[in-house]
């Protein structure tokens, strides 16, 4: 199981070698785990600046907020491969089985609903970029730009995951279901994207 105890070399050397995980959910709940990182370190840099002191009521409940998006998303990093792992287990049960008729609803729904909340957390990042954006410290806002489009490139990704999934799903209903919930998801964090960028650059070029 590769988790935040492994050191980024082997992450690396699992990611690329020829084996299943750490797979593309793996690796992207990482990279949202890095924007939630970055983001921190914009926030950190912005407590106690001089300038600034108005908007600590702002920057803490900041920092706690991206801390635990952070921690969240690496643990969505070992359940998505635990996921995978439990559907590779269900397949290899007879396709006839009680046991695999059973099980199989449940391990499909897991590889579903672990990217969906790896894009949700993505979201919720990018929101709270969207509100620091206005008075974070001027000097680390290329930072924020950084940390925003891993946040977006997380979200497109976690999405890729989901709908690569949806096909296992018997229910037509079902899959109507979870697609109209990435979509919206999608479509927040492209409406959040487009509000963060520009002012960030904006804020840059005016050097303010």
Avoid: H
């Amino acid at each position: 199981m590769y988790d935040e105890t492994k050191t980024i070399w082997e992450f690396l050397e699992a990611t690329a070698a020829r084996q299943p995980t750490p797979g593309g959910g793996s690796v992207t709940a990482l990279v949202g785990a890095l924007a939630a990182a970055s983001g921190e370190m914009v926030v950190n840099y912005s407590l106690g600046k001089k300038g600034l002191e108005a908007f600590a009521g702002e920057l803490k409940p900041a920092l706690a907020e991206l801390a635990r998006a952070r921690q969240l998303l690496l643990q969505l990093m070992v359940e998505d491969q635990l996921a995978y792992e439990a559907m590779t287990a269900v397949r290899k049960l007879p396709a006839d089985s009680e046991e695999r008729r059973q099980k199989m609803p449940a391990a499909q729904l897991a590889c579903i609903r672990v990217p969906e909340m790896i894009a949700a957390t993505g979201v919720c990042v990018l929101e709270r970029f969207d509100r620091l954006v206005n008075f974070a410290n001027p000097w680390l806002l290329s930072d924020l730009a950084v940390a925003a489009d891993l946040a977006m490139a997380t979200i497109r990704c976690a999405i890729y995951s989901v709908r690569a999934n949806l096909g296992d799903l018997a229910e037509a209903e079902d899959r109507r279901a979870i697609e109209t919930r990435v979509g919206q998801i999608l479509n927040r964090a492209v409406m959040l994207i487009q509000s963060v960028t520009p002012r960030i650059w904006d804020r840059i070029n005016l050097g303010t």
